[in-house]
T-cell receptor, first 114, second 115 residues
Framework: KQEVTQIPAALSVPEGENLVLNCSFTDSAIYNLQWFRQDPGKGLTSLLLIQSSQREQTSGRLNASLDKSSGRSTLYIAASQPGDSATYLCAGPHGSSNTGKLIFGQGTTLQVKP | DTGVSQDPRHKITKRGQNVTFRCDPISEHNRLYWYRQTLGQGPEFLTY????????KSRLLSDRFSAERPKGSFSTLEIQRTEQGDSAMYLC?????????????FGNGTRLTVT
């Protein structure tokens, strides 16, 4: 059974700092891994999706990596801004399935201070 | 592409009442998912549809819960005889055919409070 863990639960950094959010998963047969952003009281916004055949994906100041052998993914945020303050969630499909039946971590709540 | 739309945004109901939520997915997406999220937790999978067929249901989906997608477009989630433990954010998501893994697109959710 796939389990997804995110540490730390909360993170506070000053504006401009580069930071890394961590995600670990137990089933290395993961089909892909997706990172989401959630603002308070809102739904989830998809940030990056990494296929199992890929090692990383980039979008603007965001870079996500996937290491299946170690069961880890990281989300790197460069030059953080106050607008990046949100909860970041990672999720992977159940087993080797390619459906959207995802197992989510509990999220890391990021606060970027001006 | 207007995104995934959910209605209502908020629902307050008394224990024992029935409630129904609606989700309109992105029009070209054939897969539709329902998730439930409680405070401080990640979303938990409830059920999903491919077109009008409900392909999987979680053990979380007790017999008081029923979901439909009658014409393969919008979907409804009904909770009968609501309990306080049903209070949560109910999220709907859609995706295109997941041949190579399509990202999920979520709506803003319906927040249910059972008093």
């Amino acid at each position: 059974k796939q389990e997804v863990t995110q540490i730390p639960a909360a993170l506070s950094v000053p504006e401009g700092e580069n930071l890394v959010l961590n995600c670990s998963f137990t089933d290395s047969a993961i089909y892909n891994l997706q990172w989401f952003r959630q603002d308070p009281g809102k739904g989830l916004t998809s940030l990056l999706l990494i296929q199992s055949s890929q090692r990383e994906q980039t979008s603007g100041r965001l870079n996500a990596s996937l290491d299946k052998s170690s069961g880890r993914s990281t989300l790197y945020i460069a030059a953080s801004q106050p607008g990046d303050s949100a909860t970041y969630l990672c999720a992977g499909p159940h087993g080797s399935s390619n459906t959207g039946k995802l197992i989510f971590g509990q999220g890391t709540t990021l606060q970027v201070k001006p | 592409d207007t995104g995934v739309s959910q209605d209502p945004r908020h629902k307050i109901t008394k224990r024992g009442q029935n409630v129904t939520f609606r989700c309109d997915p992105i029009s070209e997406h054939n897969r539709l998912y329902w998730y439930r999220q409680t405070l401080g937790q990640g979303p938990e999978f409830l059920t999903y549809f491919q077109n009008e067929a409900q392909l999987e249901k979680s053990r979380l989906l007790s017999d008081r819960f029923s979901a439909e997608r009658p014409k393969g477009s919008f979907s409804t989630l009904e909770i009968q005889r609501t309990e306080q433990g049903d209070s949560a954010m109910y999220l709907c998501a859609s995706s295109g055919f997941a041949g190579v893994g399509s990202p999920l697109h979520f709506g803003n959710g319906t927040r249910l409070t059972v008093t």
